[in-house]
């Protein structure tokens, strides 16, 4: 079974920058789209980024285009997502999942969840 497990969110100051990693593990890692997928309190949760299995595609949410940007290295079964200019309105929980085929980027796309990492961007 597919296991997706966040780290390395936290309280970072505007401007500031972060990087969220995923480590995926139970199935081979190439076969899935990958996605971040971000809920605030009292708002619908939205993808943020999404990257196909292969890595050469990917997709951004307007609102954090030319901000973040998403990686993933097969090899070590770990996505990556570049978090830079934070801004108060990207605090939320970040979730990492998965998904058979990249498509929308959106979360009815995906069927495996990470149990989500706090972002909180505040001074």
């Known amino acids: 079974q597919l296991q997706l497990v966040e780290s390395g969110g936290g309280l970072v100051q505007p401007g500031g920058s972060l990087r969220l990693s995923c480590l995926v593990s139970?199935?081979?890692?190439?076969?899935?789209?990958i996605g971040w997928v971000r809920h605030a309190p009292g708002k619908e949760r939205e993808g943020v980024s999404c990257i196909s299995s292969s890595g050469y595609l990917t997709k951004y949410a307007d609102s954090v285009k030319d901000r973040f940007i998403i990686s993933r290295d097969n090899g070590k079964n770990m996505v990556y997502l570049q978090m830079t200019s934070l801004k108060p309105e990207d605090t939320a929980v970040y979730y990492c999942a998965a998904a058979a085929v990249f498509t929308q980027c959106v979360p009815q796309d995906y069927t495996n969840w990470g149990q989500g990492t706090q972002v909180t961007v505040s001074s």
């Open positions: 139970g199935l081979t890692l190439q076969r899935y789209a």
